[in-house]
Structure formats: structure tokens, C-alpha cells
């Protein structure tokens, strides 16, 4: 009488089992979902677009050969693009007399006269005439520098405001050629540069043979000036260099302006592709380039993805069987 009694009970154990009422590794299979593969996957993804966030709101400062190299490159498509635009001199000289006649209209025109009453100063145009030739790249080199080295994490999105400011300016040198003021034909401007004979301008001598001179509109010396001046304005400590900042693309409308290179509408047109690449800036990093951290919250390594041990170890009960 006690056998079938045994063999009842362990039929019964074996049902409990099988409806997963035991105790052993059997019921925790149907809990292992999913499995250890995709966990590992899932936890790689959203570690993924962690580390995209994180990047994004808290950039780290390249590396140095990187960035080199992207402004290497970037000037030498700025420079390809810039000067394999045809000359089209008839069209430039038809859009230079549409925006001095808008201004003459709106009682604005004041570049000629600007032009004519500091001609008077040698001294002084020509100085203007060199500011305009050189300082255009090495203060906006200095200042890339400077934000390289004392501001990291604001860096990358600096630079990318001013690479979006430039790659618009293409787009607009392409589709609207512009003579500048002293190339007009009838507009009765000083061309300083040919004047005074200035050394190493881009827009005399030889040089004008390899670059498009009617790259006018819109004005990249203000578009990078001014981004020049606000990051020094915004971060600079001290109160003098913060002014000097302020004063840098005032001085370079002066100047553009006298030397008859520029009408101030092509300042205006300058300030608004800085002003798209601050909101293009603003976008992609989600803060405005001077409010991020100055230096990263996390080093400039990164760290390897890391999955608990039991997503990507076998399980121990399948171990044992």
C-alpha cells in the first residue's frame, strides 16, 4: 500500500514542477526575457544615446591633430569655392548699383563720403588697408586658440558657429555676386588697396588673379570679427580686454567701410549668418556656446560600456545542467 503512495507523490511533484510550483532552476527560465544577448544590446544603445546626450550638452575639446586638419580642410574648400565662383562682372556691377541706390533712397549712403574724407590720411588708410588684409585671420586664429586651451568645453560649439556662419557665407557669394564699392564702375569710390599699394592683399596685386573679387555680400571680416568679439566680450576676465572685444568689429565696419571694400549692407548680411550659426549652435549642443561648462564634467576619455555580469554570463542553473 505505501508504493503507489510514494509514486502519487512524486507524480505530484513532478506536476508542481512542471507548472512551475517547485522551487528549483526550472521556473526562473520564463523569467529570462530577454535574453542575455539582448539585454547586453539594449543596455549598449541606451549607453549609446547617454553618451551622445551627455557629449552634446557637455562637449570635450578635440584633439588637436583633428582640428587642424578640419581647418586645414575648411579653408581650403572655403578658399575652392570662394574663388571658383565665375567672375560675373556684369552682375556684380548691376547688384552693387541695386544696394547703392536702396541706400541712397533710405538716405544711408554714406560709404563714398567716409571713403573720400579718410583717403586725406595716408597714415591712417593705410593702415586701414593693412588691418584689412591681416588681421581678418589672426585675431580669428588667436581667438580659436585661446578658446582651445582656456576654454574646452565651449570650444567645439564655438567653432561650429563659426563653420556654419562661413558655409552660409559661400552660398551667398555663389548666388549674389557683389562688386565691392571701390570696384564700381560709376560709383565714384577711392580703391585705397590700389592707391597705396598695399603688400599682400588678397585684393591687389597679383592676388587678384586667384581671388573672386566679387565675393562681397555678405561680409565675412564682420560675420567673423563679430564672433571674434563676442567670445572674447562674454569670457575674457578682465574688464579692458572684455571692452577691446566690443570695440574689434566696430573698428572693422570703420574700417571696411573706408577702404571702400565693403557697403555696410554687407555688414548687415554678415551679421546674420553669425546670427544662423548661433541658432544652428544653440540646436545642436542645446545651450548657447558661452553658457557652456568651461571645462567638461567628465575627462576627455571615454569609458568602455559596461553591462552587469549576470546580462552576458551564462545562467547559473543552465551551468549546472
Not at 505505501?2 to 508542481?16: C, D, L
Not at 592707391?195 to 555680400?217: D, E, F, I, K, L
Not at 578682465?238 to 573698428?251: D, N
Request: hydrophobic share 45%.
Amino acid at each position: 500500500m505505501g508504493e503507489p503512495t510514494e509514486i502519487q507523490q512524486t507524480g505530484a511533484e513532478r506536476a508542481g514542477a512542471a507548472h512551475g510550483g517547485g522551487s528549483g532552476a526550472g521556473p526562473a527560465e520564463p523569467g529570462r526575457m530577454p535574453d542575455g544577448a539582448t539585454r547586453v544590446a539594449q543596455s549598449r544603445s541606451a549607453a549609446l544615446r547617454s553618451r551622445i546626450r551627455d557629449q552634446r550638452r557637455s562637449p570635450t575639446r578635440p584633439r588637436i591633430w583633428f582640428e587642424l586638419a578640419l581647418i586645414g580642410i575648411s579653408y581650403w574648400v572655403y578658399s575652392l569655392v570662394r574663388n571658383a565662383v565665375p567672375e560675373q562682372e556684369a552682375i556684380a556691377q548691376k547688384h552693387a548699383s541695386w544696394i547703392w541706390d536702396f541706400e541712397q533712397s533710405l538716405g544711408v549712403a554714406i560709404e563714398r563720403s567716409v571713403n573720400h574724407a579718410v583717403d586725406k590720411a595716408s597714415w591712417l588708410i593705410v593702415g586701414m588697408n593693412y588691418y584689412y588684409a591681416t588681421l581678418h585671420f589672426i585675431v580669428t586664429i588667436g581667438v580659436l586658440v585661446w578658446l582651445y586651451r582656456r576654454h574646452p568645453g565651449r570650444y567645439a560649439a564655438a567653432r561650429t558657429v563659426l563653420f556654419v556662419t562661413t558655409g552660409i557665407a559661400l552660398v551667398g557669394f555663389y548666388f549674389f555676386p557683389l562688386a565691392p564699392p571701390r570696384l564700381m564702375t560709376d560709383g565714384g569710390f577711392i580703391d585705397t588697396l590700389k592707391v597705396h599699394n598695399t603688400w599682400g592683399s588678397m585684393a591687389s596685386g597679383p592676388a587678384t588673379h586667384v581671388s573672386n573679387q566679387y565675393a562681397a555680400m555678405p561680409s565675412m571680416h564682420i560675420g567673423w570679427s563679430m564672433w571674434c568679439g563676442l567670445a572674447i566680450f562674454f569670457l575674457a576676465r578682465r574688464a579692458w580686454v572684455r571692452v577691446l572685444g566690443l570695440l574689434y568689429p566696430l573698428a572693422t565696419l570703420v574700417v571696411i567701410v573706408s577702404t571702400a571694400n565693403h557697403f555696410w549692407m554687407d555688414a548687415v548680411g554678415g551679421e546674420l549668418c553669425l546670427l544662423v550659426g548661433f541658432l544652428a549652435a544653440r540646436w545642436l549642443y542645446h545651450s548657447w556656446p558661452y553658457r557652456l561648462p568651461r571645462v567638461p564634467a567628465r575627462g576627455t576619455q571615454e569609458e568602455p560600456v559596461t553591462v552587469p555580469e549576470q546580462w552576458s554570463e551564462p545562467a547559473v542553473g543552465a551551468g549546472r545542467r
